[in-house]
């Protein structure tokens, strides 16, 4: 556990956690695990695949150039992880909405 908590603040922890949770939660109810079958299959679909593709080629790519520069360190995986499902996608997935509002 003090491994864990080397690598992990409590309220991470407590996150991953509470996360767990819900998703024991949504896996005990009958109606939404069908409803997750489908969001998944949505979410690892030929589209999506493509933007995760591209996405992960330009992190790669600007994480490179950072940690060439001296910006960016291997200590920093753990925050580019959480800013990647926390921002990044968010931002990705509402470019639309930045398109359309011109």
């Given at each position: 556990?003090?491994?864990?908590?080397?690598?992990?603040?409590?309220?991470?922890?407590?996150?991953?956690?509470?996360l767990?949770?819900?998703?024991?939660?949504?896996?005990?109810?009958?109606?939404?695990?069908?409803?997750?079958?489908?969001?998944?299959?949505?979410?690892?679909?030929?589209?999506?695949?493509?933007?995760?593709?591209?996405?992960?080629?330009?992190?790669?790519?600007?994480?490179?150039?950072?940690?060439?520069?001296?910006?960016?360190?291997?200590?920093?995986?753990?925050?580019?992880?959480?800013?990647?499902?926390?921002?990044?996608?968010?931002l990705?997935?509402?470019?639309?909405?930045?398109?359309?509002?011109?």
């Open positions: 556990m003090n491994k864990l908590q080397e690598i992990f603040s409590n309220r991470e922890i407590s996150l991953l956690i509470w767990g949770i819900f998703i024991l939660f949504v896996l005990t109810q009958k109606s939404m695990r069908n409803l997750l079958k489908d969001v998944v299959k949505l979410l690892f679909g030929k589209y999506f695949l493509a933007i995760y593709l591209t996405l992960g080629i330009y992190l790669f790519g600007t994480f490179s150039l950072l940690k060439a520069i001296g910006l960016w360190t291997s200590a920093d995986i753990k925050d580019s992880i959480f800013w990647l499902f926390s921002v990044a996608f968010v990705v997935f509402s470019l639309n909405k930045a398109k359309d509002s011109k």
